[in-house]
DNA sequence: TGACAAAACTAATTAGATTAGTTATTATAT
DNA sequence: ATATAATAACTAATCTAATTAGTTTTGTCA
């Protein structure tokens, strides 16, 4: 038994490439196993339960997912800003399917693990908000639209909503600027 | 063995219930029997497996959904009309946890059940734009936004991204306005 | 170097879906 | 009415995957 070094990190990566391969839903211990080259109850030392498990690969993903939106966005401002926020949260979740997946089902079983994980995104969209001159007021609702929106067109587009040619990109696009012209609105009636 | 004179009907109100109560992911036959008076086995005879049941309850809340909109929309047009379909999807999502979440998570697995399940309310959407002067090329796009916005938010509630004072009702209520007031622009600008 | 903690392992348990094989009930056709 | 066919239950058995128990190995650190 040559120890594998395993550590948390090195787990979640595993199981989020499993989970882009195959869902989290169909996230096993078994298969988990395999790619770690140890057997499945060896998991268990570094982890609760399979569940949990799904819990942290939610938290890694939203942290991942975090870093790199901040990253796309230093010495970015304006339109653009929210622009690069929105396509980097969604290149995120095409490349990640399934880590997008435990994401998006975040507080789905209990409140165990929330950890307040998506409160990033909404943190640097707060503060894109902030930067503008929308009516303070309104500014709650509009981070809710625009999550709701970011997270359910992912949605969609995962679950094979959409057509696959290419045509979900640009409608993709085609929301952000939507909401965008929507924020300018605000801001001359405001 | 008294029958007890099942149909599908009865065994997906059933599975509904379940699911609202315990959540699709746990849905479980054990206690699908048991709430039916049959044993676990015996659902067999009238689902293919319980992921079969998963994509049968999701083809069924589209279903429901989608009549409950259209019978809103009798005799009602123009923004009132946008309104009150968002208004019952986001309602019939409320009341049902469970089989939102089946609902939301239609293709997951295959493409086995697609069965055109959501085009009930992308139609619906789509006869409401067309009955406007939105150019052409932008009504797919408007579409799919308009989706992502129920979903996605109906996703974000459930999962208690937004806390439970009520306020998330009014920022579904906004976001409507939102979507309603870049429709108007679009309209204008066209 | 010896003891302790961490991390693997194997073997056993449990739970839940599913299959096999059987029996009872209903519907249908004479 | 009655025999027959199809349907829907049942019990018992199987299989798979998570989890727990108990043990051994490895690495660290006094």
Known sequence: MPRANLDKRKIL?????????????????????????IQPPSLYNHVQSLDHLRSDLMAYG?????????EALIGVSGDEAIRRACQVFYDYAEENPGIFEAMAYCNRDSDR????????LTEILRRLCEAR???EADVPHVLRLFRSFLEGF????????????????ESFRYGVEFLIAGIHRLEEEG
């Open 13 to 37: 990566e595993a199981a989020g490439a499993l989970a882009n391969e195959i869902s989290v839903t169909r996230l096993n211990l078994k298969q988990l196993a395999q790619k770690l080259n």
């Open 62 to 70: 939203w942290q991942q997912a975090g870093e790199r939106i901040a």
């Open 113 to 120: 693990r929330k950890d307040g994980a998506p409160d990033r």
């Open 133 to 135: 001159s929308i009516p």
């Open 154 to 169: 992912a949605l969609l587009t995962h679950h094979g909503a959409f057509p696959k040619d290419g045509s979900a990109r």
